[in-house]
């Protein structure tokens, strides 16, 4: 009860800046949950469809891979698609390689979509905390000019004290934001390598065995 209490009195004696660095706060944690349930579900859908490709790829079973890809969601498997349907036209490595890396490109932006904003939100919850601490501070100057002069320090102490709450709570709202943000950030790149890593076994794997069907031709 005392802890409630405390933190009560912390966001009333703020003032009204303390709702909007909230709600700031809100709209950034309910950004980063989004954020970090989708690349999990992103990581665990493209893991699970190179376990399921990557024996289709080695034994040469284009049908069901093009099958496969069509009705996954992952990002592999699209990008997989993208190298199958080349190769079909045609066999150079560079072609394949520049259809994977289309592929790799177009699914960055959905991996990173809404994580900047995080960043941002927590540049305004400090300047908002700032804003409201410096519109205090004009507000005790202003009572303190009007007070009994035997009153002026006390006043004075207390309308700073309360007037700082809020660049404390600014500061209390935008540092798990950026924290998150690092974190959100680097999960995304580290998808993001799995996946090209995944593209570069896929490619070389395609490569290998078109050319050893190529020697097996010429050997006929």
């Given at each position: 009860m005392d802890t409630y209490t405390s933190v009560t009195t912390f966001f009333q004696s703020g003032g009204t800046f303390m709702y909007p660095i909230a709600?700031?706060?809100?709209?950034?944690?309910?950004?980063?949950?989004?954020?970090w349930v989708f690349l999990k579900k992103a990581l665990f859908t493209n893991q699970k469809a190179y376990r399921e490709l990557l024996?289709?790829?080695?034994?040469?079973?284009?049908?069901?891979?093009?099958?496969?890809?069509?009705?996954?969601?992952?990002?592999?498997?699209?990008?997989?698609?993208?190298?199958?349907?080349?190769?079909?036209?045609?066999?150079?490595r560079d072609d394949?390689?520049?259809?994977?890396?289309?592929?790799?490109?177009?699914?960055?932006?959905?991996?990173?979509?809404?994580?900047?904003?995080?960043?941002?939100?927590?540049?305004?919850?400090?300047?908002?905390?700032?804003?409201?601490?410096i519109?205090?501070?004009?507000?005790?100057?202003?009572?303190?000019?009007?007070?009994?002069?035997?009153?002026?320090?006390?006043?004075?102490?207390?309308?700073?004290?309360v007037a700082m709450n809020t660049t404390a709570f600014g500061l209390m709202a935008a540092i798990p934001l950026l924290l998150i943000h690092s974190l959100l950030q680097n999960k995304t790149v580290a998808i993001v390598d799995s996946i090209e890593m995944a593209g570069l076994k896929f490619l070389n794997t395609m490569v290998k065995g078109r050319q050893g069907a190529v020697t097996r031709t010429s050997d006929a």
């Amino acid at each position: 009860m005392d802890t409630y209490t405390s933190v009560t009195t912390f966001f009333q004696s703020g003032g009204t800046f303390m709702y909007p660095i909230a709600l700031v706060l809100i709209i950034g944690m309910a950004i980063a949950i989004e954020r970090w349930v989708f690349l999990k579900k992103a990581l665990f859908t493209n893991q699970k469809a190179y376990r399921e490709l990557l024996p289709l790829l080695t034994s040469k079973n284009m049908m069901q891979i093009q099958e496969y890809a069509n009705n996954s969601r992952s990002a592999i498997a699209r990008i997989l698609l993208a190298a199958v349907e080349t190769m079909q036209t045609s066999p150079r490595r560079d072609d394949i390689q520049s259809a994977m890396q289309e592929g790799i490109l177009e699914t960055v932006p959905r991996l990173s979509r809404r994580t900047n904003y995080l960043s941002v939100l927590a540049n305004i919850a400090t300047l908002l905390g700032l804003l409201g601490t410096i519109i205090g501070l004009i507000a005790a100057f202003t009572a303190v000019a009007q007070a009994d002069p035997a009153e002026k320090a006390t006043l004075l102490s207390e309308s700073i004290s309360v007037a700082m709450n809020t660049t404390a709570f600014g500061l209390m709202a935008a540092i798990p934001l950026l924290l998150i943000h690092s974190l959100l950030q680097n999960k995304t790149v580290a998808i993001v390598d799995s996946i090209e890593m995944a593209g570069l076994k896929f490619l070389n794997t395609m490569v290998k065995g078109r050319q050893g069907a190529v020697t097996r031709t010429s050997d006929a």
